[in-house]
């Protein structure tokens, strides 16, 4: 199974782009990334998901290299309700159950 | 419109009893999930169904049990052998594709 290991925690101010990296050096051939955003006292819902190379969609953009062994979350422009927790999941549909690890929280200040 | 509910939305237990939360689904989803969520930590599996009549144990079970009667409903009973129960309780439901997962908003239970 691949690990995934993310930062703990980001701090960033309205109207700037933030970038949430994550590392996953075992990533399967059949696997895709994918994010996750929870907001306190909610389930976490789906933002994005990728393969390879970039993704973007009307919240976020996901870039992820050649190699697949990291991705990067891109939030354009954020705002005071983009704070919460960001996970990054590793897997494909032969998987049991999404494990979830900690998560990035993420604080945007005005 | 189709969605995921979970009830209640706030629970308190004594200590020594058990508890049933409710998840009920109308997705059309064969897959439910039962995670728990301490405060500041992320969601650790507890049990999960891909068909009814059908369940697994996820990484925490003991302590916890589950039936899956009907595809729509997936119980969770914590019981009195949980030593630890105070937790955010959130329900899933899944297409089975990794985008595929629709979350309930959740079950806080506490001991008393």
């Known amino acids: 199974l691949a690990k995934t290991t993310q930062p703990i925690s980001m701090d960033s101010y309205e109207g700037q782009e933030v970038n949430i990296t994550c590392s996953h050096n075992?990533?399967?051939?059949?696997?895709?990334i994918t994010w996750y955003q929870q907001f306190p006292s909610q389930g976490p819902r789906f933002i994005i998901q990728?393969?390879?190379t970039k993704v973007t969609n009307e919240v976020a953009s996901l870039f992820i290299p050649a190699d697949r062994k990291s991705s990067t979350l891109s939030l354009p422009r954020v705002s005071l309700s983009d704070t919460a927790v960001y996970y990054c999941l590793v897997g494909n549909t032969g998987r049991r159950a999404l494990t979830f690890g900690s998560g990035t929280r993420l604080q945007v200040q005005p | 419109d189709g969605g995921i509910t979970q009830s209640p939305k706030y629970l308190f237990r004594k200590e020594g009893q058990n508890v049933t939360l409710s998840c009920e689904q109308n997705l059309n989803h064969d897959a439910m999930y039962w995670y728990r969520q301490d405060p500041g930590q992320g969601l650790r599996l507890i049990y999960y169904s891909q068909i009814v009549n059908d369940f697994q144990k996820g990484d925490i079970a003991e302590g916890y049990s589950v039936s899956r009667e009907k595809k729509e409903s997936f119980p969770l009973t914590v019981t009195s052998a949980q030593k630890n129960p105070t937790a955010f309780y959130l329900c899933?439901?899944?297409?089975?594709?990794?985008?595929?997962?629709?979350f309930g908003s959740g079950t806080r239970l506490t001991v008393v």
């Open positions: 075992n990533i399967a051939t059949n696997d895709y």
């Open positions: 990728g393969y390879k």
């Open positions: 899933a439901s899944s297409t089975g594709a990794l985008y595929g997962y629709t």
